[in-house]
């Protein structure tokens, strides 16, 4: 147990919809970064906050959103659901900037 | 190029060593990491090492940095059958972690 947690562990979809995913980080840890694996991309960076601030981002559609609450905890927001983001979603956290990210089970998207 | 590159498969003897190799592309890059993925699972991180160490070990796992090359690998000694799993390499760059397309390390009996 790695000691980040996400919710829900699964979730099915249609296309058009919208969805939240949380993801709440190991205690102390200011860093949450969020992480899409599918078949055909691998594991793809999609997005870093520190302490509530967006850090850097990656290759994160413009139909993702994502923010990092005061209490520490983050959600990813995916609307206008394709069948193509159909993947697990990763959540990692880490004390620092890019120190040891420790990952969350993540969440499986299927859109149908 | 951009991208972290490691070869996709690798099949190993039990009792064997594994080494899985990995090319990165920052020479700035902080940190590099090795992660394990069991199926069903999510990523959880072995090892690491500083930009600045040549070689760290760490019970069964060795890892090797060759910094002028940009070349990580990872030994596994004594491979078992619980090390079967896809292991991914990934480098700092830039306020993001770039992995790898993950190694799948499959072990023969």
């Known amino acids: 147990d790695s000691g980040v947690t996400q919710t829900p562990k699964h979730l099915i979809t249609a296309t058009g919809q919208r969805v939240t995913l949380r993801c709440s980080p190991r205690?102390?840890?200011?860093?949450v970064y969020w992480y899409q694996q599918s078949l055909d991309q691998g594991l793809q960076f999609l997005i870093h906050?520190?302490?509530?601030?967006?850090?850097a981002k990656g290759n994160i559609l413009e139909r993702f959103s994502a923010q990092q609450f005061p209490d520490l905890h983050s959600e990813l927001n995916l609307s206008s659901l394709e069948l193509g983001d159909s993947a697990l979603y990763f959540c990692?956290?880490?004390?620092?900037?890019?120190?040891?990210?420790?990952f969350g089970p993540g969440t499986r998207l299927t859109v149908t | 190029g951009e991208d972290v590159e490691q070869s996709l498969f690798l099949s190993v003897r039990e009792g064997d060593s594994s080494v899985i190799n990995c090319t990165y592309t920052d020479s700035s890059s902080t940190y590099l990491y090795w992660y394990k993925q069991e199926p069903g699972a999510g990523l959880q991180l072995l090892t690491y090492i500083f930009s600045n160490m040549d070689m760290k070990q760490d019970q069964r796992l060795t890892v090797l940095l060759n910094k002028k090359d940009k070349h990580l690998s990872l030994r596994i000694a004594d491979t078992q059958t619980g090390d079967s799993a896809i292991y991914f390499c990934?480098?700092?760059?830039?306020?993001?972690?770039?992995f790898g397309k993950g190694t799948r390390l499959h072990i023969l009996p």
């Open positions: 205690s102390g840890d200011l860093s």
């Open positions: 990934a480098e700092s760059r830039d306020d993001k972690i770039i």
């Open positions: 990692a956290s880490s004390v620092g900037d890019l120190g040891q990210q420790y």
């Open positions: 906050y520190y302490n509530g601030e967006e850090r």
